[in-house]
């Protein structure tokens, strides 16, 4: 099967803004759009709650707070969203009521949810999607805010506690799918903001879940895109938001990643430079699209995967070690 990955998709604070006065349309180009229509399935990190109502979480040291109009719902429906994980660290920004209403809008819109969930059990259940007939077993999990975890009676996310280890439940589950033979896609928010390349704790988390039988591993929340290992795209960047922009680490440049997956890994891997303006995302051309290729070459070299363009899109091989 053929999956568009993107990663945190923010459309709270001035995304949300511009959802109230000029609608869903000019957010994404049309050719974004396309590029995520070619695909059998969707997914992506939706990096906000989708809700009018809830009360911040009162956490004096929390810097940023995100949610979503309900009309922010269109946003994912005109990328033929298939699935979003919100198991981050804004699901619960606006509390669960706010969460609760962010699962209500998805499933009257028909997008599959991972990684949150109104208890514990439905947090850390995985999402079955289908396509070709082959089966997709999504699963979501953040290693941060601990205070955001779900609990027996309690909303919230599927939390674990990645540095000291993949927990039990998740490789069980990892296994469990991988013995029915469906293809299994991990999706980890991890790490530090801003970091250009997976810290220690996420590669050896990364490479546990690799070990366990994950088809493949996608991660976020550094806000910038890392490199690639076999089975691993260490961060998929930002795809829309209204951050302020780091004129080194340029996370105003991401990519859209199209993986043709099966269950022992993916057989192909690509990714289309994205330029991220203020509340829209466009494709990247010239200096920007050049710019993103370099580092993205940089980012892959150390894990062995070499990086060609190709019709202007980046194509990733895995060399033998």
């Known amino acids: 099967m053929r999956i568009a990955l993107a990663g945190d998709t923010m459309l709270g604070r001035g995304v949300a803004e511009r959802i109230r006065e000029h609608g869903v349309p000019g957010l994404f180009s049309a050719e974004v759009v396309a590029l995520c229509r070619e695909a059998d399935l969707v997914a992506l990190n939706l990096e906000c709650c989708i809700s009018s109502r809830g009360e911040r979480w009162p ?9 979503g109009p309900p009309e922010a719902i269109e946003a994912l429906r005109t990328l033929s969203t298939s699935c979003v994980t919100l198991a981050n660290n804004h699901a619960q920004d606006f509390g669960a009521v706010a969460l609760l209403d962010t699962l209500a809008y ?4 028909g997008i599959a949810w991972v990684g949150a969930g109104p208890d514990g059990e439905r947090a850390r259940a995985p999402a079955v999607l289908e396509a070709g007939g082959e089966r997709l077993v999504l699963i979501g999990v953040s290693d941060h805010p601990a205070a955001y975890a779900a609990g027996r009676d309690r909303p919230g996310i599927a939390y674990a506690d990645l540095e000291a280890g993949p ?3 998740l490789v069980d589950e990892i296994q469990r799918s991988r013995a029915r033979g469906d293809t299994v896609l991990v ?9 250009a390349s997976p810290v220690p704790y996420v590669r050896d988390a990364g490479r546990a879940l690799v070990a366990a039988g994950a088809s493949l591993v996608a991660g ?15 961060d998929l960047g930002d795809f829309i938001d209204d951050y302020a922009v780091d004129p080194l680490l340029r996370n105003d440049l991401g990519l859209l990643w199209l993986v043709t997956l099966e269950p022992e890994g993916p057989t192909r891997v690509e990714a289309v430079p994205l330029r991220l303006e203020y509340c829209h995302t466009r494709l990247a051309v010239g200096p920007d699209a050049d710019w993103i290729r370099q580092r993205l070459v940089t980012a892959c070299r ?7 363009e ?10 033998p070690r």
Do not use: C, I, Y
């Open 59 to 67: 956490d004096r040291r929390k810097p940023f707070f995100f949610r």
């Open 106 to 109: 998805l499933d009257a819109a």
């Open 167 to 169: 927990p039990a439940w």
């Open 187 to 195: 999706t980890p928010h991890w790490g530090p903001n801003m970091a």
């Open 220 to 234: 976020h929340s550094a806000h910038v895109f890392q490199g690639m290992e076999e089975r691993t795209l260490w």
């Open 302 to 308: 150390p894990f062995g995967v070499t990086v060609a």
């Open 310 to 319: 190709e019709d202007g899109r980046l194509v990733m091989t895995s060399q």
